[in-house]
């Protein structure tokens, strides 16, 4: 039987879930507007991904959501976690999408593309990519820490030996359990 969810992880993913609601509904608007525009830079592979990635990507939150009201031991389970992260492995690729879309604007100098909103766009992405960034260094010295502690380890469970031994080697007649 499934742990219940504890409650401090039901409004971190409400949190999140409104936050990434918000932005994909930003991003979907701002992808929208390019294309109601007919702006010629709208015309590339990658903003059609984008687009579509993005409606997925609402779909998959509202589903999370739904199921987190309905169902939240449901979000402990086994299949869930690994579809969450196919989706985050997705993500990856779309941020960096996404990037290169905007880059790209930018060289070429669109300006029908140039606005506020796409600015902001491209702003939240590279906060997106910086929080990675720092997700991957705190994983990497995490990992780091965790074999320095079972060094640490090792070398703890030694001193006994050590004292025992030591002893052991004073007594003349005595016996090392």
Not at 39 to 65: E, G, N, Q, S, Y
Not at 82 to 110: D, M, P
Not at 147 to 172: C, D, I, M, N, T
Request: charged share 15%; proline share 5%; aromatic share 10%.
């Amino acid at each position: 039987m499934p742990l219940p969810v504890p409650p401090y992880t039901v409004w971190t993913m409400l949190a999140n879930s409104a936050i990434a609601v918000a932005y994909n509904i930003f991003v979907l608007s701002t992808v929208s507007r390019l294309e109601r525009l007919g702006c010629p830079c709208a015309r590339d592979w990658r903003l059609r991904f984008i687009h579509t990635f993005t409606i997925v990507k609402l779909a998959w939150v509202l589903l999370v959501l739904l199921l987190l009201a309905a169902m939240p031991a449901l979000l402990q389970s086994r299949t869930f976690q690994i579809l969450t992260t196919l989706f985050a492995i997705a993500s990856i690729f779309n941020l960096i999408i996404a990037l290169q879309y905007l880059t790209g604007l930018r060289e070429k100098g669109c300006l029908c593309a140039a606005s506020r909103a796409k600015t902001a766009w491209e702003v939240f992405l590279w906060l997106q990519v910086a929080t990675l960034g720092v997700l991957l260094l705190s994983s990497v010295l995490m990992l780091v820490g965790i074999g320095q502690l079972r060094e640490f380890g090792r070398q703890l469970r030694a001193v006994p030996e050590k004292v025992v031994s030591a002893v052991a080697r004073r007594r003349p007649g005595s016996r090392v359990r």
